[in-house]
């Protein structure tokens, strides 16, 4: 790999230590995906999290625990602060209810500790899967190293950034040195369509959205879908749901809605003059069996557990539940969990949404989901959401059953008991 003079001085380990085993790691890793060289990159999305397990094991040492699972390495190293502007992406407890999360106050110390030192190192605690939906909003061509395929989708495809979807170490060690290997979705070659879907198919609305990129994301897997047909623009939470299903049945991480999306114009253009390797449809056919497959693990219409925001929801999904849900009461012995990211969780009181929510009997959470915590109502049996992602994760993950629909059926099955979604 070629490198510059200031990634030479970080090898050779004039910035200490940690930050030459940071570079050596990132060559490493750059050398095997065949990148020749790195490119300087200012906007990391990590998630440096203790385990309860590790951190025992590291007899409470946060650079013990992140040497091994930010720089791969079994010496421990003092990682010192960081040089890119790095945010903590989605964590596994949320402070405020980590009681109603099954967790207890041993998670609760480590957690505010682990807060602390990243604090302490200079990563900044937006906690969130949506960092765009709170400030971190990478601009065209920036380059990036974020994890969390969600929002990989979605700044490459949406935005118009550059990341490829990091791993814990990868950026880890971007974030101490704001170097990244130049492959992939860094380059323009990359970033070109490789599947052409022709959408037949109406697709309005969030559930809709979440449907075709459930379809999409299981028939290009890792490639690079443009969609061709589209009639109605998008909103942002739409793509915000599309992307994660895109990258949840399938391996997504850019997308091309030419005329939308920030790369192409034209379909022609987001395939860079060439043909489409395939040629798919998206037609009645193909949204019913979408439907069917993320409804396959529901059986018993007894809801217990209605969960939205996967990915973590703005403000504006916030204030359409409240719309719904104003007046009304859950039903006795169900659970109503909406997620969103903190820094909107202060203006969604602000504006008397979670006023609105808790006399509802729901609660609003941060900082964490219940596919990435582990968390859940204790007892849940039967969830229902509006979020392909989570529809398609926790069954598996927490060993229940699931539904997946529209805002409006999910909050009458909070409110009835009973879910009564149908595909129209
Ligand atoms: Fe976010 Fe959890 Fe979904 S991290 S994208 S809410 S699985």
Not at 121 to 142: A, F, S
Not at 275 to 285: I, R
Request: with cysteine; net charge negative.
């Amino acid at each position: 790999m070629k490198l510059t003079d200031d990634e030479k001085a970080m090898l050779d380990g004039k910035e200490g230590k940690t930050v030459q085993r940071a570079m050596d790691f990132l060559i490493r890793y750059g050398e095997a995906l065949g990148a020749e060289r790195l490119v300087d990159t200012n906007n990391v999305g990590g998630y440096l999290i203790a385990t309860r397990d590790n951190y025992h094991k590291a007899s409470g040492n946060f650079d013990t625990v992140f040497s091994f699972t930010g720089l791969d390495s079994t010496e421990t190293l003092e990682l010192p602060k960081v040089k890119a502007y790095s945010t903590q992406l989605e964590t596994d407890m949320d402070l405020e209810y980590y009681e109603l999360q099954g967790k207890d106050i041993e998670d609760y110390n480590r957690y505010r500790a682990n807060e602390q030192y990243l604090a302490n190192i200079g990563i900044h605690l937006m906690c969130t899967c949506t960092p765009y939906l709170v400030g971190n909003v990478p601009v065209k061509g920036e380059h990036c190293a974020w994890m969390e395929s969600s929002a990989v989708v979605y700044i490459n495809s949406v935005l118009g950034a550059r990341t490829n979807c990091e791993g814990n170490a990868s950026s880890t060690a971007s974030m101490l040195t704001g170097k990244t290997p130049y492959w992939g979705f860094h380059t323009d070659e990359h970033r070109l369509g490789t599947h052409l879907i022709q959408v037949e198919h109406e697709v309005q609305g969030m559930m809709e959205w979440g449907l075709l990129g459930y379809f999409a994301g299981k028939a290009v897997g890792e490639k690079v879908p443009v969609f061709d047909g589209i009639r109605h623009i998008p909103r942002r939470d739409d793509l915000k749901q599309f992307g994660a299903a895109t990258a949840s049945s399938g391996g997504v991480e850019m997308y091309h809605i030419p005329g939308i999306t920030a790369d192409a114009k034209t379909v022609q253009e987001a395939f860079g003059g060439k043909k489409p390797l395939y040629t798919l449809q998206y037609g009645a056919a193909e949204r019913r069996a979408a439907y069917e497959q993320l409804n396959m693990l529901g059986s018993n219409r007894d809801v217990d557990f209605v969960m939205f925001g996967c990915p973590h929801n703005s403000l504006e999904q916030t204030w359409e539940i409240c719309k719904m849900l104003e007046g009304k009461h859950i039903k006795d012995g169900s659970s109503l969990w909406i997620l969103m990211p903190r820094a909107l969780k202060d203006t969604a009181t602000r504006n008397g949404f979670t006023r609105i929510i808790e006399a509802a009997g729901g609660v609003i959470m941060s900082d964490t989901c219940p596919a990435l915590g582990r968390i859940m109502p204790k007892g849940t049996k039967v969830m229902a959401t509006n979020s392909a992602k989570q529809a398609h994760y926790l069954p598996s993950i927490m060993g229940i059953e699931s539904w997946y629909g529209t805002t409006q059926e999910c909050i009458n099955a909070a409110i009835t008991g009973r879910w009564e979604g149908e595909l129209k």
